[in-house]
């Protein structure tokens, strides 16, 4: 069956600080996508990146930075020097090819403070 | 070019009654899905169109729920009878196909209060 945990409900961090939200997934599939959402205090939904399953290079976009390793099914999201403008509830998604739809992760709430 | 949008922003609707909530997907995008997002239950996935292809049904919680798409374009999400589990904020996405290479864009959803 297909599933994405997310351990971490809630975080707290001071701004500069590095944190990261974890991901685990399951799924039979040998052919999937991973994607993770930002969800601001406005509440849409922001793509940040997809990663197929065959693709293990980490990716670096600015501030961010994302570890996909398939030995531990975890598709983890660092984000460096935090920002209080990246206080947001972060979801990760998995994609396979059996469905149609993205089954998502209950969510981390990220609290950054000045 | 214009996002994913969707109306009403919010809904206030009185127990029974039947409500219609409408996405608009970005110009060009085939895909269009709906998900609804509550406290208890997160993110879920309700209906997915693709073209003119049948419907994916699989996540309608129950027979209240329908949904159709005019014109390979937008789309109407309704819930007859509503009942206060109803409540949440309702998500259209779209996708440029529906692979599952393509990332979904979400519009800002529709809060449907129950009362």
């Known amino acids: 069956a297909q599933k994405v945990t997310q351990a971490q409900t809630e975080i707290s961090v001071v701004e500069k600080e590095d944190v990261t939200l974890d991901c685990v997934y399951e799924t039979r599939d040998t052919t999937y996508y991973l994607f993770w959402y930002k969800q601001p205090p406005s509440g849409e939904l922001v793509f940040l990146i997809r990663r197929n399953s065959f693709d293990e290079q980490n990716e670096i976009s600015g501030r961010y930075s994302w570890n996909f390793q398939k030995s531990t099914s975890s598709f983890n999201f660092t984000i460096t020097a935090s920002q209080v403008v990246d206080s947001a509830v972060y979801f990760c998604a998995l994609r396979d090819g059996g469905y149609n739809k993205l089954i998502f992760g209950a969510g981390t709430r990220l609290a950054v403070h000045p | 070019g214009a996002g994913v949008s969707q109306s009403p922003s919010n809904k206030v609707t009185e127990k029974g009654k039947d409500v219609e909530l409408r996405c608009d997907p970005i110009s060009g995008h085939t895909a269009l899905y709906w998900y609804r997002q509550s406290l208890g239950q997160g993110l879920e996935f309700l209906i997915y169109?693709?073209?003119?292809?049948?419907?994916?049904k699989s996540g309608l919680p129950s027979d209240r729920f329908s949904a159709e798409r005019t014109g390979g374009s937008v789309s109407t999400l309704t819930i007859q009878r509503t009942q206060q589990e109803d409540s949440a904020v309702y998500l259209c996405a779209s996708s440029i196909r529906g692979f599952l290479t393509y990332e979904q864009y979400f519009g800002p959803g529709t809060r449907l209060t129950v009362t």
């Open positions: 169109f693709q073209g003119n292809s049948a419907p994916d």
